[in-house]
């Protein structure tokens, strides 16, 4: 039974699950309990028939209720309580700092989010559980994650950890070229180019999260994930670009949840501040409403 959940708008942290290093039953992800601040308020018949008039007309048809096959693992991330993780190939190990779901599965691909992640070298310069180091350390990493082929409202483990070959083979390959920008951001802790955003990882309990720093408020959005809304094309001519949401917290293992619109244009992060672009959230995982109101 989950546990009742929190007065909205409190700063109670949920209970974090078991730690376990094995998959299945006793694994972390399926100890995992939806991270929630509140119930979501419902809507009435002619509120649900107006939402789903402007979804329809949105070019990209997937939803964030299409990816509830991740929400223990976000709601892990959330509660500072992320699975520790292993590159396969270079034997590094690390923890799961935030997804980024949105753009599949598309023409091109199958259901799939990618998964950033804080990573320490395998030759023992980092300490702490399973090789989890401190935050300052860190360089970020990112591959895919998939759900089950047999079960597609979970996520298969498997794929938490980074695979270079074999049948999970989930490494960014050709991917590198949109996704790798984003993990620069926070591996290289620096400023935007136009001086208004600040990026790092801070140690968390037992675990590092990526934040994102308004510099002129002191603002800072502790990412759980980012909903990907629209994009364009890796070999398309003209400035690239990336829109959507980020989906935060203000105190990492706290709620409330927030989301936010965000464009990332030619290695640019644009996040504009203020309180009216700022929507309260119920849970880490939100409703599909969060489509709306993407442009910055």
Same mark, same amino acid.
């Given at each position: 039974m989950l546990p009742a959940s929190p007065p909205s708008g409190s700063r109670q942290r949920a209970s974090p699950p078991p730690s376990s290093a094995g998959g299945g039953r006793g694994s972390p992800l399926s100890a995992a309990k939806p991270a929630r601040n509140s119930s979501a308020p419902s809507l009435t018949a002619l509120e649900r028939a107006g939402l789903e008039s402007a979804l329809a007309k949105l070019p990209n048809k997937n939803r964030p209720s299409d990816y509830k096959w991740m929400e223990a693992m976000l709601s892990l991330i959330a509660l500072n309580t992320a699975p520790a993780v292993t590159d396969l190939a270079t034997?590094?190990? +690390?923890?799961?700092?935030? /997804? =980024? /779901? +949105?753009?599949?599965?598309?023409?091109?691909? +199958? =259901?799939?989010?990618?998964?950033?992640? /804080? =990573?320490?070298?395998a030759n023992g310069a980092s300490s702490g559980e399973r090789g989890i180091g401190s935050a300052g350390t860190a360089q970020v990493d990112y591959w895919w994650l998939k759900p089950r082929s047999d079960s597609p409202g979970v996520l298969e483990e498997m794929t938490l950890q980074r695979h270079a070959k074999g049948p999970h083979k989930n490494d960014p390959g050709q991917s590198k070229k949109v996704y790798g920008p984003i993990a620069n951001l926070f591996s290289k802790r620096g400023t935007s180019s136009d001086g208004k955003l600040r990026f790092g990882l801070v140690d968390s309990g037992t675990r590092p999260r990526a934040f994102i720093e308004c510099v002129a408020s002191g603002a800072r959005y502790v990412v759980c994930w980012v909903w990907l809304e629209d994009w364009s094309s890796p070999v398309s001519f003209g400035k690239k670009f990336m829109k959507g949401k980020l989906i935060y917290q203000k105190t990492a293992g706290h709620a409330p949840y927030f989301a936010r619109p965000f464009k990332f244009v030619d290695g640019l992060l644009l996040v504009p501040p203020g309180d009216a672009l700022e929507d309260p959230l119920d849970a880490v995982m939100p409703p599909d409403r969060i489509k709306l109101g993407c442009d910055v």
């Open positions: 034997r590094a190990t +690390g923890a799961p700092l935030f /997804a =980024m /779901a +949105g753009a599949c599965p598309s023409t091109f691909a +199958g =259901m799939q989010a990618v998964v950033f992640t /804080a =990573m320490w070298p």
